[in-house]
């Protein structure tokens, strides 16, 4: 087993690094205290072409690794973990949707490649009040009327909503054939009826902008119809499959954000006379910490690699997402510890790190469901 990174790993990860730092630490604090998206950051990066570099050139991707596009995601949420789950949806959620579809090569292409170009940002609308674990139990619903569907409904928790050129809507055609009946649409911003709802107010993850989508009478092209009548379920499970090994790479760039300003911090801060990185007892947190982000880092790249070798992902997806985000909690909860009164404070950034975890718990799928996903499989005869 080969554990180095290719050349284009390499240099995708460093490219990233050198973003993270150079364009969005600077203005991290206030983004998170004003609750605002780098933008103009994220057109910047889009303009590389990084969002599309996992998909088919055929589509308007790069034909790169997959493995390549998670190390750019874990680097950016080293410094920002909002930009890092904007870039997941974009990449994993929206260009992912479109790229294992049904559609025809022109429609993948006439979507996927301006978001690849970084000039079109992409959406995910599948979560609604009553549909959230229970992804089935969808209530928004498109009726066909000649060569387009009307759609009607409501979605929720809608990452880069706000701003989204395009968006992956999954719906009902049949609401008495329930999931056999789930449908997929891309609808445009703009499109008469379409318009974003409540904006939400969140714990963590500040800048990443979050909100409802509202459908009244959307009248959308069949063509837009990416998903057929009983295909739907199955594509939201595949690109949710692709989407959380992004929150994992997110998780796992919180972990070691968090991790690097503690061991800094305690090379610094000196009580009882010495640094507070010569006490053995926070010497050994830190080395148990350190094994666990890489395992972390172990799983998440197995889940990567499968996906990117055309092998069943779907199990490794779902552990890296438990594990990277478990210990990306824990990891940030001991380095607000480590770093005492400190650590509780904004500037020294951990307490916003800790509050960024929480959400990897939960989105693109509970832990429990991850849990149950793994399980299923043991259990399957
Ligand atoms: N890939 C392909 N097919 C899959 C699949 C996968 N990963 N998972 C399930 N399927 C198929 C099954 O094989 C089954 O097919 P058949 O009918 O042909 O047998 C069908 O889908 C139904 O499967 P289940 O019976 O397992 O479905 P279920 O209703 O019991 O639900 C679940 C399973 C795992 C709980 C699923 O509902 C789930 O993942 N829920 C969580 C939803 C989620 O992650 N939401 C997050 C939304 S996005 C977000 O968080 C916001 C954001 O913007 C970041």
Do not use: W
């Amino acid at each position: 087993m080969d554990f180095k990174l290719t050349e284009e790993q390499l240099r995708v990860q460093q490219m990233a690094r050198e973003f993270a730092e150079k364009d969005l630490a600077p203005g991290v604090i206030e983004r998170d205290m004003n609750s605002t998206f780098p933008l103009d950051e994220f057109n910047k990066l889009g303009a590389t072409g990084i969002y599309g570099l996992p998909f088919d050139p055929k589509v308007g991707g790069q034909g790169g690794s997959y493995l390549s596009y998670i190390l750019a995601v874990e680097e950016v949420s080293k410094v920002e973990a909002s930009f890092g789950i904007a870039f997941s949806v974009n990449t994993s959620l929206f260009c992912g949707s479109v790229d294992l579809s049904s559609a025809s090569d022109e429609i993948k292409k006439k979507y996927i490649a301006p978001v690849a170009a970084g000039k079109k940002i992409g959406s995910f609308a599948l979560t609604e009040p009553d549909a959230g674990s229970d992804a089935a139990g969808q209530k928004t619903v498109a009726v066909q009327d000649g060569d387009h569907y009307i759609i009607n409904g409501s979605k929720c928790f809608n990452t880069n909503g706000p701003f989204a050129d395009f968006t992956v809507v999954y719906c009902l055609t049949d609401p008495a054939l329930g999931i056999k009946g789930m449908a997929a649409f891309i609808v445009e911003k703009g499109t008469p009826g379409f318009r974003v709802g409540k904006i939400e107010d969140k714990m963590g993850i500040h800048s990443a902008q979050v909100s409802d989508m509202i459908l009244e009478n959307v009248r959308v092209p069949a063509e837009n119809m990416i998903a057929k009548p009983g295909e739907g379920f199955k594509l939201a499970m595949k690109a949710l499959d692709g989407g959380r090994i992004g929150v994992a790479a997110q998780a796992l760039g919180i972990a070691k954000g968090a991790f690097r300003i503690a061991r800094d911090y305690m090379l610094e801060r000196e009580q009882f006379g010495k640094p507070i990185a010569f006490q053995q007892y926070l010497q050994f947190t830190m080395a148990q910490l350190q094994t666990e982000i890489e395992a972390a880092e172990g799983l998440l790249y197995k889940a990567a690699i499968r996906k990117e070798m055309g092998e069943p992902y779907t199990v490794p997806a779902a552990m890296a997402k438990l594990y990277c985000s478990d210990v990306a909690m824990k990891v940030t909860t001991q380095a607000v510890q480590m770093l005492g009164g400190n650590g509780y404070m904004r500037e020294y950034q951990v307490e916003r790190m800790m509050r960024d975890a929480k959400i990897t718990q939960i989105y693109e799928g509970t832990n429990e469901i991850q849990k149950l996903v793994i399980a299923g499989a043991l259990f399957r005869k």
